[in-house]
């Protein structure tokens, strides 16, 4: 994965902080032999009150906010980064469907990146299953990733 090589010829580590990916971001990173030169871990905060006492979001920013914002999954970015003492960390949160979640309809996704300088992040929407919708949230946070690596 053109990610890991990235990473460990910085070097610089990775830590990740999912909710309607469950964990498949790690997974995915960790398919790939060698990972655990550069991927530290992860949280997986599926539910609202792990993204504060796991992740460190702001619980007054969650109630305003709600779980499914941009808002939160920069925090989570940062609290993966934080939690994890890792270089990089993502954030991923949204709603897989089939229901809305918060008055957001299925397929709303937000991803975040952070660093030591900050944070970034998006506001997707993507069609399809919750399969669909969880794989192609996992395949553009590697590649927002990517990019904001190349971009450091």
Do not use: N
Not at 15 to 21: D, G, M, V
Not at 43 to 49: E, M, R
Not at 99 to 112: K, N, R
Not at 119 to 145: K, N, Q
């Amino acid at each position: 994965m053109d990610l890991l090589d990235l990473l460990g010829r910085t070097p610089a580590t990775l830590a990740t902080c999912e909710s309607l990916t469950g964990g498949l971001l790690g997974a995915t990173l960790t398919s790939v032999a060698g990972a655990s030169a550069v991927y530290r871990g992860g949280l997986i905060t599926y539910a609202t009150d792990l993204k504060h006492s796991l992740a460190g979001v702001d619980a007054g920013e969650l109630a305003r906010d709600g779980a499914v914002a941009i808002s939160t999954a920069l925090a989570m970015a940062a609290g993966a980064r934080e939690t994890c003492r890792a270089d990089w960390g993502v954030g991923v949160t949204g709603v897989a469907g089939p229901d809305p979640q918060e008055g957001h309809p299925a397929g709303t996704v937000f991803i975040a990146v952070a660093d030591r300088s900050g944070a970034a992040a998006r506001e997707y929407r993507f069609d399809g299953d919750r399969h669909t919708i969880r794989t192609r949230s996992v395949e553009e946070a590697l590649r927002r990733l990517l990019e904001a690596c190349r971009q450091a």
